[in-house]
C-alpha cells in the first residue's frame, strides 16, 4: 500500500529542520518566522514564564501589533491569567487555554477586554512547552479569533507531534550554549602552547588547562588542584598575588600589579600572566532563560623563565586566542605600523589585512583599532619584561 505524504507531513518537517537550525544558532526568531508563516490565522509568541515574577517575558512575536507587544510587556503581562499555569511547571506538553482558564473566567478580566479584544478578538489558542527548570517555563503562544477555529485544531495537532522536537532541540541549545562558553577553537589554541595555561572563572574553578599545565599539578611544585577543581598555588605569597590579581581583573578588568609576577618557587624561575578571555554572550533568549550571566574566564599562563617558546607572538597568541597570522599583525600595529603598511611589509593584499584585522577585533572584544591598541600595550610590555628575566636567569 503506497505511503502518502500530506501537507501536514509536509509542513511538520520543515519546522523540526527549521527547530533544529535554530537551535544550533541560538536563532529562534527565525524558526517563529517559518512558523507563522505556516499559521498565519495565529498569533504566536515565544514566551518565558516564571513563578518567581507575575509578568512574562515575550521574546518573539508574530502577527501582533507591536505597539500591543510593548503594552504587554510594560502592564498586561502580569495581568495575564495563564502565567501562572504555564510557569507551575504541571507537566503540560500542549494545552488548550480553556482548559485551564475558563472563557467565561477570561472575559471578565482586564487582560482580555483591554488587550486581547483589541487585537482581533484572538482569545482562543493553545500553549507549546518547549522547555523547563524548576520555575521556569519556555513556551509558544498560540492565539487566533474563533471563527479560524478548524485552522487553529489542525494548528494544535501539528504541535502535538513537534513539540518533542522542539524540546529536544532547546536541548541541544543547551549543550551548544555551554561549549560556547570555552570555545573548541580556543582550547586548540591554548593546548599547543608550550607554557603551561588554565582558564578559571572568578572564584578560581578551573575550567581548562592544557598538556604544560596538567604536568605542573602534578609536580605540585607551583600549582595543585583541589577536589573542589580549584587552581591553587603551593607558596602562600603566590597565592595571595593570584587572588589580588584575579579579584582585580574580575572586578575593574584591570591590575594595579606588574602585567607579569614573578612567582617565589624555586628561584623565580616562573612568572605569572592573567587575562582576560573574550566573552562568548549566549543568544537574547538563553540570557532570558538562563537567568543570570555567565561567568567571565581568565586565562592563567605559568611561564617557565628558562624553558622554550618565550617570543613576544606566542605570548599574544595566548592571551588573546589569535592564529599566528593574526598576532603578527597586532604586533605590527603595536609598533606604529599603518595597516597599508604592514600588509606592504608582509606581501598581502590590503583587503586580507582588513580581514585579517576584523578578525582580531572580533576575537579580542575590541571596539577599534585604539581599544585593541590598548589591550595589546600590557601584554607586550609583559613580554619584554618576561624575555630581560629570562636572560638574567639563564646567565
Known sequence: MPVTYSTDDFDLDQLIEAAYWSASTG?????????????????????????????????????????????????????????????????????????????????????????????????????????????????????????????????????QRLQPHLRRAYTLQLHLEGRRLFPVELAAVLGGLSHAVYVVDASATLHFANTAADGLIRTGAVVRRVASRKLIFSHLADQAGFERSLGELATNRKISGPPLQPLSVTLSRYALLITPLVDQPPSAQMRIWLGAARPQLFMVMIIDLLGEGRSTIEIVRGALGLTPAEA???????????????????GVSYETARSTMRAVLSKTGAKAQADLMRRLTRIVDASGWLQQRGAANRQ
Open 328 to 346: 603578527r599583525l597586532a604586533l605590527g600595529l603595536v609598533s606604529g605600523h599603518s595597516l597599508r603598511e604592514y600588509a606592504d611589509a608582509q
Open 27 to 159: 536563532n529562534w526568531d527565525a524558526f517563529l518566522d517559518i512558523y507563522a508563516e505556516k499559521f498565519p490565522h495565529s498569533k504566536s509568541t515565544l514566551c518565558i514564564f516564571d513563578s518567581a515574577r507575575p509578568d512574562v517575558d515575550v521574546v518573539a512575536a508574530r502577527n501582533y501589533d507591536p505597539e500591543a507587544i510593548l503594552q504587554y510587556g510594560k502592564y498586561y503581562g502580569a495581568l495575564n491569567p495563564w502565567s501562572s499555569m504555564a510557569s507551575s511547571n504541571m507537566g503540560w506538553p500542549v494545552q488548550w487555554g480553556h482548559e485551564s482558564v475558563s472563557l467565561d473566567a477570561l472575559h471578565k478580566t482586564e487582560f482580555y477586554n483591554d488587550w486581547i479584544r483589541p487585537q482581533e478578538d484572538a482569545y482562543q489558542g493553545f500553549g507549546i512547552a518547549v522547555a523547563r527548570s524548576r520555575s521556569r517555563t519556555f513556551a509558544i503562544s498560540n492565539n487566533f479569533n474563533p471563527r479560524y477555529m478548524e485552522a487553529g485544531e489542525r494548528q494544535f495537532k501539528l504541535a
